[in-house]
């Protein structure tokens, strides 16, 4: 339970609370108009999302596992096949591998940004390796995916980028899909950009793997041929797309805010060793979905910044090699020790752009007090 007057960790009430005019708005108009599925704000969301990503198609869905899942089956994966996933993620990325029948490999994540590491999953391929799935992990787009394609393009092996928690998001020399057979978005409420439900998007320039994820998505209905093909029913609704149209034109400026409160915690922890902020490599492409921090007295930390009133998270607290659903459905190919140090270390701090003036000054002096109390204990 939150206490009252402690700054908290997300946004949605604050967010929802000073767009609510305009989300009613838009709902009483999906609810006059009598479509509340399968309708033109389905459509019209698709098309502003694929122009803010600027990428030629976007296909919604129910969800971002299902939309992961999705983009999986419409590139050719299913069962036998392996998929490279990275260690650490959430664990929505193991089960959209699972979903389409293949088998997730856990590899391990770089030290310093906690993304995939590139060298270890090429080590890892093998013979029924079919897909590698990077994670954008915390908001920063992978920035050695052009590496990575050209490395699997040679082997005919399909990149699906998790791009969940990068709304917005980019790299030098990449943007979503640029470099993939397809990009995977989820709008839940908690993210950079999210409705109050579930949904979530699959962005590719691919037009004939766009033909396939629209029929997958609508129970394998093609050009008006009803199920001509193989699909399930992975429509979200059209009072979630509603909200993610009102939303998206503010989407630039949430993420300017959330870059100017993580340079804000930068300043306050240069020269700290015993909290140091996990790397942004990709400069103002990185959107900040999660401010990372890491910390060997974690729970310490943890307890300072409670104390102090500062809500705090951890993702993720085990990596999905240690997570008793998913025990004997992966499988890894050498030991993943950056993924489970960072499992004991990682801490997310208030970063979301519903901070006020106040709250901001508070989180990082609290920070900057809390890490340099470790730093002395540890002297």
Not at 64 to 80: D, E, F, Y
Not at 236 to 262: C, D, F, T
Request: charged share 20%.
């Amino acid at each position: 339970m939150v206490e009252k007057g402690n700054v908290p960790v997300a946004g949605v009430v604050r967010e929802l609370a000073a767009l609510r005019p305009r989300i009613l708005a838009a709902l009483e108009r999906v609810l006059a108009s009598g479509r509340v599925v399968r309708g033109p704000s389905i459509e019209r969301f698709e098309r502003e999302w694929a122009r803010f990503l600027g990428v030629r198609h976007v296909v919604l869905a129910h969800s971002g596992t299902s939309a992961l899942a999705a983009a999986l089956a419409a590139a050719g994966v299913g069962r036998g096949d392996d998929v490279l996933v990275p260690a650490l993620t959430f664990p929505g990325t193991a089960e959209a591998v699972l979903a389409v029948g293949a088998v997730p490999v856990a590899v391990d994540v770089a030290p310093e940004t906690l993304l995939l590491d590139v060298s270890a999953a090429l080590r890892a391929l093998g013979p029924r390796t079919r897909a590698v799935v990077p994670v954008h992990l915390y908001g920063q787009v992978h920035p050695d995916l052009p590496r990575l394609a050209r490395a699997l393009r040679r082997r005919g092996i399909a990149v699906i980028e998790d791009a969940c928690q990068a709304h917005g998001a980019f790299a030098p020399g990449a943007r979503p899909a640029q470099w993939s057979a397809a990009a995977a978005y989820s709008f839940y409420p908690t993210k950079n950009l999210g409705t109050v439900g579930e949904a979530g998007a699959i962005a590719t320039d691919d037009d004939e793997l766009v033909v396939r994820l629209r029929a997958l998505r609508d129970h394998g209905s093609t050009g008006g041929a009803a199920h001509a093909a193989f699909g399930v029913n992975l429509w979200p609704g059209q009072l979630e797309a509603a909200i993610l149209s009102v939303k998206l034109p503010r989407l630039r400026g949430w993420n300017e805010a959330r870059r100017r409160m993580a340079r804000r915690y930068d300043r306050a922890l240069a020269g700290c060793s015993a909290v140091r902020p996990v790397a942004n490599v990709t400069g103002e492409g990185h959107v900040y979905h999660q401010y990372v921090v890491r910390c060997t007295a974690r729970d310490e930390l943890r307890r300072l910044l409670s104390a102090a009133g500062i809500e705090t998270a951890v993702y993720y607290p085990r990596t999905l090699l240690e997570l008793p659903g998913l025990a004997g459905r992966l499988r890894r190919r050498g030991p993943c020790p950056n993924a489970a140090a960072a499992a004991r270390e990682v801490l997310s701090l208030p970063v979301h752009p519903w901070l006020t003036a106040a709250e901001r000054k508070r989180c990082v002096e609290a920070v900057g007090e809390a890490a340099g109390a470790i730093e002395v204990d540890r002297r």
